[in-house]
């Protein structure tokens, strides 16, 4: 697509690059240190010419901010740190003329506990309809002490917390999988159901092209809310399925966790296809789901539910060739037997960022963010080297991909961060214990020589910028031959020209075990996940994320080359 016209009737998320802008840390116009919808308008032609063809943009709605806007009062306003409804509109519009379009996030698992559904269940009681539309129940023990059950918090701690009664006695308890300040909706009241379509439709109505999901994979928990104990090596937000074998598990454990999953979401889902159906255009579902394995994820993108759910198996993937092509394969097949594009995705908000991810040599880290006293930090070296090859890896595969800002600077999650300035709930609920996601969240660098690297007209920053990053800032590498900005832009121009995204995976063996070499169509990418470097094939070389010396690919790199017919 050249430019100002947005095709419609196209499935154009089949193919798309979604870019995520995360609005408290992409450009602040105010200069308040907070970023903005105003910023990201001003900024929006520079993602125009990095070539994407979508934003997702992390909730920016009304919110205390207690889980950085993924607790939401009011899920039909702006809130007054990102500005208002109509510069809302102007960063739409923006967006559209440049050819962008834009996927809001919407978040139905839970609300703000400041929400005035929730203080209006609050105050009415127990047995209200107020309440019905939230998860309380009554304690166990002998008066009501003890939890309902052993439900713990994405975020650490119990999921529960009691509240207490208008005489000032103790109440009921009400579930919530991650922060306190997050009540669980009770998806089986027909009124929440009503509301949520009701915000979907105030924001079909202003002519976004789609929701990001947030937690699509809870939202309906099991009858009774049984006891579970999730599996020692199961991330906590869901993913690996407890094993029979493992120790503590017994024949009534239930194998996958009652509050993750259940089969009741997908009805949602199905009612929610409908709603975007009756709007003109493509709009589009994308699921947040961390469900294992991948053939189970793929039931979120059934013909008649989503259109996209995030590939996390893939992000969860180690720089290892034989691991990659497995996933690949696998990811094809499953989202491809249910006849939806395969998504991938290395970053986001929420995870470790894969310049660093990729280099780290301790224990699976993941959704635990890392931090100045983490064992086996990566090298910031070899961390960037990877993160470029397996950028250009993921950015040949066919389907759409997912970036997150900062990941075409090279950005590596900022490890050293004070402890005062840290925001992310989990530091907080775990004391300390976990990092949490901070070090991924930290506003990015657009100009070297800037105050706050250019990210805020004033100097604040809500985060602190690592001084390193002025190295990385956007002005520093626009242009430069050879900077991760510059293979990213060609990445996506060739990936165009060459139909890569509706392309197709044949495996080329003969490079051994640590290199995971394809065609797709013309193109031949080889990716070089070992230190020794490998002879590239015959072919013009379109791109590589480094140096070649003669024709050789050196260790930690990825290569696309124009295909010579056998
Ligand atoms: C999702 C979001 C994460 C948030 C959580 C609770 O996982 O991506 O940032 O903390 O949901 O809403």
């Not at 802008?21 to 903005?36: K, Q, T």
């Not at 007054?80 to 809001?104: C, K, N, S, W, Y």
């Not at 007209?457 to 800032?473: I, N, R, V």
């Not at 065609?519 to 015959?538: E, H, I, K």
Request: aromatic content about 10%; overall charge negative; proline content about 7%.
């Amino acid at each position: 697509m050249t430019g100002t016209e947005l095709t419609h009737g196209t499935e154009w998320w089949r193919t798309a690059v979604i870019y995520q802008i995360y609005p408290r840390s992409f450009a602040d116009a105010n200069g308040d240190g907070m970023g903005d919808l105003a910023g990201i308008s001003a900024r929006l032609p520079q993602l125009k010419d990095l070539g994407i063809d979508a934003i997702w943009l992390s909730p920016f709605y009304t919110s205390p901010q207690r889980d950085a806007g993924y607790d939401v009062s009011d899920y039909c306003d702006v809130d007054p740190l990102f500005g208002t409804l109509d510069d809302f509109e102007v960063l739409q519009r923006t967006a559209h003329d440049l050819g962008i379009r834009v996927i809001v996030d919407i978040v139905p698992n839970h609300s703000s506990s400041a929400h005035g559904w929730f203080q209006a269940a609050l105050a009415a009681g127990p047995g209200s309809d107020e309440r019905a539309r939230y998860t309380f129940r009554d304690g166990k023990g002998q008066n009501g002490e003890l939890p309902p059950n052993n439900w713990e918090s994405v975020f650490g701690g119990l999921a529960w917390t009691r509240t207490t009664d208008s005489d000032g006695t103790p109440g009921q308890w009400y579930l919530h999988l991650f922060d306190s300040s997050q009540p669980d909706f009770d998806w089986d009241s027909e009124w929440v159901r009503e509301q949520f379509r009701a915000v979907l439709r105030f924001w079909l109505d202003r002519g976004v092209d789609g929701f990001r999901v947030d937690v699509a994979h809870g939202m309906i928990k099991a009858p009774g809310l049984p006891d579970y104990t999730p599996p020692a090596e199961g991330g906590s937000m869901g993913g690996a399925p407890a094993s029979a074998l493992e120790p503590g598990i017994t024949a009534e454990t239930p194998l996958t966790a009652p509050y993750w999953a259940q089969d009741g979401v997908h009805e949602i889902y199905r009612d929610w296809h409908k709603v975007l159906a009756a709007y003109p255009g493509d709009r589009v579902l994308a699921a947040e789901a961390w469900v294992d394995p991948l053939s189970q994820m793929a039931k979120w993108v059934r013909p008649d539910e989503m259109h996209q759910a995030f590939n996390f198996a893939y992000l969860e993937t180690p720089w290892n060739a034989a691991r990659l092509k497995a996933v690949i394969d696998e990811s094809l097949e499953a989202f491809g037997n249910v006849g939806a594009p395969s998504t991938w995705v290395l970053s986001n908000h929420d995870v470790v960022r894969h310049a660093s991810r990729l280099a780290l040599t301790g224990e699976n880290l993941q959704g635990h963010g890392i931090g100045p006293k983490t064992v086996g930090l990566p090298d910031t070296a070899l961390g960037l080297r990877r993160a470029k090859a397996a950028s250009a890896l993921m950015l040949s595969l066919p389907g759409s991909s997912y970036l997150y800002q900062g990941e075409e600077l090279g950005l590596p999650e900022a490890v050293d961060l004070p402890d005062h300035a840290r925001e992310d709930p989990t530091w907080f609920r775990t004391n300390g214990e976990r990092y949490g996601r901070d070090g991924c969240r930290v506003p990015i660098p657009w100009e070297a020589a800037s105050e706050s690297f250019g990210f805020s007209t004033g100097a604040k920053s809500w985060l602190p910028q690592p001084a390193e990053w002025a190295g990385l800032a956007r002005d520093q590498q626009d242009g430069v031959a050879g900077s991760t900005l510059e293979l990213y832009k060609h990445a996506l121009t060739l990936r165009r020209e060459h139909s890569l995204a509706s392309g197709t995976v044949e495996w080329i063996d003969g490079f051994g075990p640590e290199v995971a070499a394809y065609r797709n169509g013309d193109v031949t990418v080889v990716a070089n996940t070992g230190a020794a470097s490998v002879q590239l094939p015959a072919g013009d070389v379109l791109l590589s994320s480094e140096e070649l010396v003669g024709r050789t690919l050196p260790g930690d790199a990825t290569a696309w080359l124009r295909s010579v017919e056998a």
